[in-house]
């Protein structure tokens, strides 16, 4: 079992950033971050791999950027240049297969967190 609590989130402006952090009780080969928004289905925003092959969806390419802290146990998600549709509830979650990392498929991950909010203003 590997619990996951998010922190970071908030209210920023267009054109901001913001960093979300994910404190993970233990180790999984695969940990993402995926949003909601209201009205919307989850979708996956970017994994990373215990060795350190990241993914992304193309809505966030050149934007955000997911690292990991093996040694802490903490996956992070650094997100600029933000705008008002990236506004969403943002989860951590956590695989034992790298596939997920790959698919960012939600129904391929193992773990959840409880979600840290992201609202991004015009």
């Known amino acids: 079992q590997v619990q996951l609590v998010e922190s970071g989130g908030g209210s920023v402006q267009a054109g901001g950033s913001l960093r979300l952090s994910c404190a993970a009780s233990?180790?999984?080969?695969?940990m993402g971050w995926f949003r909601q928004a209201p009205g919307k289905e989850r979708e996956g925003v970017a994994g990373n791999t215990l060795g350190g092959t990241t993914y992304y969806a193309d809505s966030v390419k050149g934007r955000f950027t997911i690292s990991r802290d093996n040694a802490k146990n903490t996956l992070y998600l650094e997100m600029n240049n933000l705008n008002p549709e990236d506004t969403a509830m943002y989860y951590c979650a956590a695989a034992r297969r790298g596939v997920s990392c790959a698919t960012l498929r939600d129904d391929t991950f193992n773990y959840w967190g409880q979600g840290t909010q992201v609202t991004v203003s015009s």
């Open positions: 233990g180790y999984a080969y695969c």
